[in-house]
């Protein structure tokens, strides 16, 4: 799965305005979306660490 300029900067932007809770649980559900391999795709095309994620 690749992900577009446009998907990386709507990802990002929106977890970086959230905190707490909100932000993770935004991660987790956008990581869950990408299914087999979410965690590594996130944490290579947008820079979301995984222990950052539940």
């Not at 979306?33 to 590594?40: A, I, L, N, R, V």
Request: hydrophobic fraction near 35%; charge should be positive.
């Amino acid at each position: 799965m690749e992900l577009s300029p446009e998907q990386k900067d709507a990802y990002i932007e929106t977890a970086k305005r959230l905190t707490g809770y909100e932000r993770r649980l935004f991660m987790a559900r956008i990581v869950k979306s990408f299914g087999p391999g979410g965690p590594s795709l996130a944490e290579r095309e947008l820079g979301w660490g995984r222990k950052t994620m539940p």
